[in-house]
Structure formats: C-alpha cells, structure tokens
C-alpha cells in the first residue's frame, strides 16, 4: 500500500523555520515527482513546491522563493521542505503528494495520485 506521511509541523514565532518532511511507505520516492502544498484555514489547497522524479528540477510559488527550499533524501526515502523567514500568511496545513504525470500547482489535479494526511504549521507570535 502506497503511503505517505508528513511530520515537522508546529507553532513558531514569525520569522522562524521549520523543516516538514515527507516519508513514503510502499514505494520508492525517487520515481516520483513530489510536490508540496498549503491550506490555510477556510482556504483552498495550494501548490507550494514541487521537485521533479529525478531531482533535476524544483519549483516554487512566488511567494515562498527565496524562503523555502525543497530537498530529497534519498537514503530515508523523504521529501523535505525547509521553510524560513516564516509569516502569518504561511500557518496551515503542509501536504505532500506524489505522482508520475509531472509538476502542478492544482491540488486537484489527477496527477497527484497519493497524499498525504498533513501537518499542521502555525506562525504566531
């Protein structure tokens, strides 16, 4: 069974960081573009960042460049998300998706095959 877990959230002050990981259980990570996601509260789910199946590429929306940084550690089969300078517009719920169609920011695109159940951030002095 393919699976997904995020851990790392928490409450920091803003400007703080934060590292959210994505562990997968059932398959192997480095076969599959991983993308990140936001969902603040009463909000849509949102692209965040997204790295390609071979690493060869990331992306981020405009508003986290510069700030966040998406990685893979391969040897623990995660994805990891470093999230600095971190704002009040930047609290919600992290997911982590994996799929093979390639990088989207829409949430509800059937690229993304697997999620997983989330992390909560909240930034708050």
């Known amino acids: 069974q393919l699976q997904l877990v995020e851990s790392g959230g928490d409450l920091v002050q803003p400007g703080g960081s934060l590292r959210l990981s994505c562990a997968a259980s059932?398959?192997?990570?480095?076969?599959?573009?991983i993308g990140w996601f936001h969902q603040a509260p009463g909000k849509e789910r949102e692209g965040v960042s997204c790295?390609?199946?071979?690493?060869?590429?990331?992306t981020y929306v405009d508003s986290v460049k510069g700030r966040f940084t998406i990685s893979r550690d391969s040897a623990k089969n995660t994805v990891l998300l470093e999230m600095n300078s971190l704002k009040p517009e930047d609290a919600g719920i992290y997911y982590c998706?994996?799929?093979?169609?390639?990088?989207?920011?829409?949430?509800?695109?059937?690229?993304?095959?697997?999620w997983g159940q989330g992390t909560q951030v909240t930034v708050s002095s």
């Open positions: 059932g398959f192997k990570l480095d076969f599959y573009y």
């Open positions: 790295i390609r199946a071979d690493g060869s590429s990331v």
């Open positions: 998706a994996a799929g093979t169609m390639g990088c989207t920011e829409s949430a509800t695109s059937v690229r993304w095959r697997t």
